[in-house]
Each structure stands twice: as C-alpha cells, then as structure tokens.
C-alpha cells in the first residue's frame, strides 16, 4: 500500500447547521506541491484548521505521516512536522523580520544562536536578507506574506501547508 505524507479522507466539517466542509479526500505525497482552489466561502481555510488542529473535523480521517491527527493541538501537529501559514497576515510587528523568523525557529531549538543561523538561512531562501533588521509591521503586504513562509520555513517542516 501507497503510504502518502498526508492523507485527507472523507473529511467533512459542520458549524451547527452550516456545512463548511463537505465529504473532501486527497492525499499528498513528499516533496509534492499540492493547491487547493475553491471560491470564496468554499471551506479552505476551515479544512487547513481542521488540518493544523485549530478545531476537530466533524468527520472523516486526517493522516499525516501515518499518524492518525484528528483530534490533536496546534502545537503537537507542529511537533510532528507541520507548519502552516496565514491567510491574514499577522507578524509580530513591533519585532524585526529576522526575530519573526526565529521565533518559528524556536519550535525546533532553545539555542538562540542557532535559531538565527535558522532563520537567517530562510531569509536568504525568500530574498529577505535585507530586511532582516527592519520592522516587520512597517513591511508592505507581499513582504509580510514571506515573512510568514519563512517564519515556517524555519521548522522542520515535512509538508508547510500555506494558508
Ligand atoms: N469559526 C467558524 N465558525 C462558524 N462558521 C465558520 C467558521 N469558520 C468558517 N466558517 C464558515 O465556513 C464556510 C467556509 O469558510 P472558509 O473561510 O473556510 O472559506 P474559504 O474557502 O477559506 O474562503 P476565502 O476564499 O474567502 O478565504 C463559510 O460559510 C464560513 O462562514
Ligand atoms: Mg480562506
């Protein structure tokens, strides 16, 4: 049998009445590049929470990496090598792009030294190495935006499932 990184089977997601998610299945393999399209209100967001463990899906199963990760916490998909970024951008803005980055770097090291060296290897990966020491809050939007990458970047991530 064909053991994907991800597994989404018959996933469905209920808000009392309101169905958000309906019946959704696919997997996604290593190193795949997988997008999920759908109009406004279609329910991507609501199954990337139920995926990072913002709230339980309703139904269906959530497979990643052969573990079963229905009913876990943000925190523990994230151990297991998740990351995720946001639809709304939201950086710490009061920190510099580069201490952002870190911050997602301390999910994998308590080493502040090391936690840099992390993060400044992804800046460099988007071509934010120059704005490594500048305001993250004062960056234009599709700067935030790879802020967020590779504030998840900096993890060591199996599958960085973007907003
Ligand atoms: N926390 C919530 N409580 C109640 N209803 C919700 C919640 N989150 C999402 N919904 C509802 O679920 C449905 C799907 O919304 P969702 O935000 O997942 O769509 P989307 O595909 O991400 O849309 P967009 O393209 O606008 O980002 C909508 O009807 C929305 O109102
Ligand atoms: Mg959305």
């Known amino acids: 049998m064909i053991q994907h990184l991800l597994h989404i089977g018959h996933v469905s997601k209920h808000?009392?009445?309101?169905?958000?998610?309906?019946?959704?299945?696919?997997?996604?393999?290593?190193?795949q590049i997988f997008g999920l399209i759908g109009p406004n209100g279609a329910g991507k967001t609501t199954l990337f929470n139920c995926?990072?463990?913002?709230?339980?899906a309703t139904s269906g199963d959530l497979i990643f990496d052969n573990k079963k990760i229905n009913n876990l916490r943000p925190d523990e998909v994230c151990r297991l090598g998740?990351?995720?970024?946001?639809?709304r951008v939201k950086p710490l803005g009061s920190l510099t792009v580069l201490e952002n980055v870190m911050v997602g770097a301390f999910s994998i090291t308590n080493a502040t030294r090391e936690a840099e060296g992390i993060a400044r290897e992804q800046l460099q990966m988007v071509g934010l190495t120059d704005y490594a020491a500048k305001s993250a809050g004062s960056l234009p939007?599709?700067?935030?935006?790879?802020?967020?990458?590779?504030?998840?970047?900096?993890?060591?991530?199996?599958n960085a499932a973007s907003r």
């Open 82 to 87: 998740m990351a995720r970024t946001w639809q």
């Open 51 to 56: 995926i990072t463990g913002f709230f339980p």
């Open 15 to 31: 808000f009392g009445g309101n169905v958000a998610v309906h019946d959704v299945s696919f997997s996604v393999d290593e190193k």
């Open 141 to 158: 939007i599709g700067l935030k935006k790879k802020t967020g990458t590779s504030q998840s970047a900096g993890h060591p991530s199996q």
